[in-house]
């Protein structure tokens, strides 16, 4: 369990398990006794069985598929709308989101703004007040997912002693799932970082793993069954 090494002619004892040095022989037994006395085993070495025709190649707008490693499209010129222009939009970013300023800050410092031009001749400032600070950021619609509201209630027959859960009624509050995984895919930050399509995981014989949506049955099975209606809709 121990290594003792000789460095300029002082003892050092390395863990082999981890590598950590210690100046002592009893620093070394301390470690293994508070780290190593019950070591976890080694995860068991998982095969992965993706899907057979779902592959997640690359493809332009049309949906022709493009080489490996195809450059993404250019992109257009950045629009800063509902912003006026970009030092509009970086005032309102560095002032709402960076600086998290009240309202009335807001206001007092766009009064301020205000007064100078109208000193010195110059236009009007930025934003007129907060609020119109305020619209111009709920009007944003790049990444938008809005929030949507519905009630649930127990459908079934209930009596006077029935649990709450079934007398009373819920409200939920969702987005669209479509629409978050559109602006995940369009967001340049996730490329890379999560599993394109579904798979199956096995540790051993007949043995399956399931450690995230991609690898669930239901993501495999949905894939198949669409892949199979789209097969014979496109041979009819």
């Not at 863990?15 to 780290?35: A, D, E, M, Q």
């Not at 190593?36 to 993706?50: A, D, E, I, N, V």
């Not at 007040?129 to 009630?151: K, L």
Request: hydrophobic fraction near 35%.
């Amino acid at each position: 369990m121990l290594l003792t090494l000789h460095m300029s002619q002082e003892a050092c004892f390395t863990c082999i398990r981890c590598n950590r040095t210690f100046k002592t022989r009893p620093g070394l037994s301390v470690h293994i006794s508070k780290i190593h006395r019950h070591p976890k085993p080694r995860p068991p070495q998982s095969t992965l069985r993706y899907h057979a025709h779902l592959t997640a190649q690359i493809c332009d707008e049309d949906g022709d598929f493009l080489a490996s490693g195809a450059p993404p499209p250019d992109e257009d010129d950045p629009s800063w709308a509902p912003f006026q222009d970009r030092p509009s939009f970086e005032f309102a970013k560095l002032i709402y989101k960076k600086m998290q300023c009240s309202a009335g800050d807001i206001d007092h410092l766009l009064n301020l703004w205000a007064a100078h031009n109208i000193n010195n001749g110059d236009g009007d400032p930025i934003f007129k007040n907060a609020e119109t600070m305020y619209d111009a950021i709920d009007s944003i619609t790049h990444g938008d997912a809005p929030w949507d509201s519905f009630s649930v209630q127990y459908p079934g027959p209930t009596t006077a002693d029935s649990p709450s859960w079934q007398l009373n009624a819920f409200q939920v509050h969702c987005r669209n799932t479509r629409d978050v995984v559109r602006n995940m895919l369009g967001n340049k930050e996730f490329d890379g970082k999560f599993d394109y399509v579904p798979f199956q995981e096995y540790t051993m014989v007949r043995t399956s793993q399931y450690s995230n949506l991609m690898s669930g049955q239901w993501a495999y099975a949905k894939a198949v069954s669409t892949f199979f209606f789209t097969q014979c809709s496109i041979l009819i």
